[in-house]
């Protein structure tokens, strides 16, 4: 028969299963005849039962991923944006490359504009203030600005609507 | 997912019985193994899947060390950011949960220890919603002044052992710690939040 001043520092490895053999027969013997060590292994296993169904009832917020994601710089929102820029620098350098080939090759039909396309944004360069007559580059070199200072306000919508969007895919 | 994702603790005192049933495989499986290394690439959906799937864990470990649901949150952000960041110098990706499980109670442990320095009491900071019916709100509250009262160290092991349902060398694992040492820290938390819920409700 073991004392109660024994077996009580055994009790949290008893209910956890980490006693051997022997050691656990002995808990045994005395949660068998003593009421106080009983009621007390009864009152950590309650305890243990009230933690693990409260620990249930935490919760992380739902938006945690988002948040993660946002803090890495890594948000579907972000990396829209990011893609969207891409794309619109992209349209302005083919969009740029256009108006130049065509204004170094007024006539000239698609199929060559395709097979010269290359040299033209080249030759453009320099055949530019020749190919057309100063007032109309002025009217061109307007109209680009014009066109130029639009998409760029519309492309700055577009990312802040993008970056206001909160729901992820 | 091993136990630390899952989250469900498997405590064998649910049970009834006095061994543990264990039943969860504590090893990650191929498809974590591949959400981990994908995330290491930096892929949004991979990071994404493994903040769902281990967002309980990190959220109540934190939650059960501070004791309040606002520093949990941000202890539970902090701890998904700083894992990320560093996950190229994870070297054995099976080790992944332990070593998240770590980095959580690590940033939970300092923000308490920086709270302290603030001289705040702990027991004032208990709030948020309550779940369930009027016993389980009561237990709940005196769960949470019973638990605030015990040290943060103590905390940490009722929150790995009864939370997460941790087995003892797992514990060790994650606070590196010998296992003696959760063996004793364990014991002594559970009389210490014994001895507080006692003197809360009143019973012996
Ligand atoms: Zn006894």
Redesign the interface.
Same mark, same amino acid.
């Given at each position: 028969m073991q004392s109660c001043e024994f077996v009580?520092?055994m009790?949290?490895?008893?209910?956890?299963?980490?006693l051997g053999t022997d050691d656990?027969a002995r808990v045994e013997a005395h949660l068998a005849v003593c009421a106080r060590c009983r009621?007390?292994a009864d009152?950590?296993?309650s305890?243990?039962?009230?933690?693990?169904?409260?620990?249930?009832?935490?919760?992380?917020?739902a938006d945690?991923?988002?948040?993660?994601?946002k803090?890495?710089g890594?948000?579907?929102q972000e990396?829209q944006s990011r893609r969207l820029a891409y794309v619109y620098f992209a349209s302005l350098a083919l969009g740029v490359a256009l108006v130049l080939a065509a204004v170094s090759l007024p006539v000239a039909s698609a199929a060559t504009i395709l097979l010269h396309f290359a040299l033209a944004v080249v030759r453009a360069l320099f055949a530019l203030p020749w190919a057309v007559h100063a007032e109309w580059l002025v009217v061109l070199g307007g109209f680009s600005l014009v066109m130029l200072v639009l998409s760029l306000t519309g492309l700055r919508r577009a990312l802040r609507w993008t970056r206001r969007g909160v729901v992820?895919r | 997912m091993g136990r630390i994702a899952a989250a469900?603790?498997t405590?064998?005192?649910?049970e009834?019985g006095?061994?543990?049933a264990d039943g969860g495989d504590a090893r990650l499986e191929q498809a974590d193994l591949e959400l981990i290394r994908r995330a290491r690439q930096?892929d949004?959906q991979a990071?994404?899947t493994i903040? $769902?799937n281990y967002?309980?864990f990190?959220? $109540?470990t934190a939650?059960?060390i501070l004791q309040n649901a606002a520093d949990?949150?941000d202890a539970?952000?902090e701890a998904?950011?700083r894992a990320?960041?560093s996950l190229g110098r994870l070297r054995e990706d099976r080790t992944f949960p332990t070593w998240l499980a770590r980095i959580a109670v690590r940033i939970s442990l300092d923000m308490v220890q920086a709270k302290a320095r603030r001289a705040q009491d702990p027991t004032e900071e208990i709030h948020g919603s309550v779940?369930?019916g009027e016993d389980?709100a009561s237990?709940?509250i005196d769960?949470e002044r019973a638990l605030a009262k015990l040290s943060p160290e103590h905390r940490t092991v009722?929150?790995l052992?009864?939370? =997460?349902g941790l087995e003892?060398d797992e514990i060790a694992e994650v606070l590196e710690i010998p296992i003696g040492t959760v063996?004793s820290r364990? =014991?002594h938390a $559970?009389?210490q939040?014994?001895m507080y819920?006692?003197g809360e409700r009143g019973?012996?």
């Open positions: 009580e520092p009790l949290s490895d008893y209910l956890d299963g980490q656990e009621n007390l009152a950590l296993r305890d243990e039962r009230a933690l693990v169904s409260w620990a249930r009832t935490l919760t992380a917020p945690m991923p988002l948040r993660v994601l803090a890495l890594l948000s579907r990396v992820w | 469900e603790s405590a064998r005192l649910e009834g006095p061994t543990l930096g949004p990071i994404e903040v $769902r967002q309980s990190v959220y $109540r939650y059960g949990a949150e539970t952000q998904f950011i990320f960041r779940a369930g389980a237990l709940r769960l009722i929150v052992r009864a939370f =997460h003892y063996r364990l =014991h $559970r009389m939040l014994r819920l006692s019973d012996s």
